[in-house]
């Protein structure tokens, strides 16, 4: 009977594992600044040489992007920023719809991971915009955000919601 007991709730468990994972995903999900969120990006080699090499360009580069098990295929990715711009730890932007016009992910046109080399604590801009909407004013969503490039590690980054016609229309 311990056996059968203890085989229901390992299946229970299962099961609402299962529900979890398959529950709707939503922007706040993914701006959840609760927990560190992971971003991987896939990218051609060639083309992320490419993208680190010339830090003044803003020339797109085709990639896939997975979070939280959804992968996104032929997005595109560039460099962003202005003082913030890095060889070793580039800001990136992910644009949804580069190369797929019109396409969203989560009501998003884009994000950026923001690489925080000017804000060594990672944290000040975060809790910054975090602080003006408890205040009620339109604040960019953050949450950060370790980002994997092609499987490997790359960095400590912070996740921002771009300000676009989206973003202006739900402030």
Excluded at 5 to 11: E, Y
């Amino acid at each position: 009977a311990a056996r059968r007991i203890l085989a229901g709730a390992l299946l229970l468990a299962a099961l609402c594992a299962d529900m979890r994972e398959a529950a709707a995903q939503t922007s706040a999900d993914l701006f959840n600044d609760q927990a560190l969120q992971r971003i991987d990006l896939y990218v051609n080699t060639r083309d992320w040489y490419w993208l680190r090499a010339l830090p003044d360009s803003n020339d797109y580069y085709p990639a896939n992007m997975k979070w939280n098990g959804t992968t996104l295929t032929n997005v595109g990715i560039r460099l962003r920023g202005s003082g913030s711009r890095s060889t070793t730890k580039p800001a990136l932007r992910v644009d949804f719809d580069r190369y797929d016009a019109g396409r969203t992910f989560l009501g998003l046109s884009a994000i950026s991971l923001r690489n925080n080399v000017q804000d060594p604590s990672g944290v000040r801009e975060l809790l910054t915009m975090k602080t003006y909407r408890a205040m009620g004013l339109p604040a960019p969503r953050m949450a950060p955000a370790a980002l994997y490039v092609n499987n490997a590690y790359f960095g400590y980054y912070t996740l921002t919601e771009e300000i676009d016609e989206a973003f202006l229309a739900s402030v």
